[in-house]
Nanobody, 124 residues
Framework: QVQVVESGGGSVQAGGSLRLSCVATGRTFSRYATGWFRQAPGQEREFVAHISWSGASTIYADSVKGRFTIARGDAENTVYLQMVDLKREDTALYYC?????????????????WGHGTQVTVSS
């Protein structure tokens, strides 16, 4: 079993930056593909970024390309999402999720383990 915990959310002004952290405990998280998703009130959960278990491959939603960077930390059980030039439309609850099958996927249903989310609020 894998437990996932996100942190690092907060309130920032437009143009600001935040770094979200995803820490997992349990089985070999380092061998799992990891994704970040977000959900704004009244909207469906949407894909933000994905990183392969090796860290060699990444995928981003068009809306965050060039502004967000997903990376694996030095610790095997940590994945980060660095966010710069934040916009009001980035306001959402951000979730980290793990896929033990290591697929390069943007589909939430393909991820087996989820955290409870960390809130990001961007004001103008």
């Amino acid at each position: 079993q894998v437990q996932v915990v996100e942190s690092g959310g907060g309130s920032v002004q437009a143009g600001g930056s935040l770094r979200l952290s995803c820490v997992a405990t349990g089985r070999t998280f380092s061998r799992y593909a990891t994704g970040w998703f977000r959900q704004a009130p009244g909207q469906e959960r949407e894909f933000v970024a994905h990183i392969s278990w090796s860290g060699a491959s990444t995928i981003y939603a068009d809306s965050v390309k060039g502004r967000f960077t997903i990376a694996r930390g030095d610790a095997e059980n940590t994945v980060y999402l660095q966010m710069v030039d934040l916009k009001r439309e980035d306001t959402a609850l951000y979730y980290c999720a793990a896929d033990p099958w290591g697929r390069a996927t943007k589909e939430p249903n393909d991820y087996d383990y989820w955290g409870h989310g960390t809130q990001v609020t961007v004001s103008s």
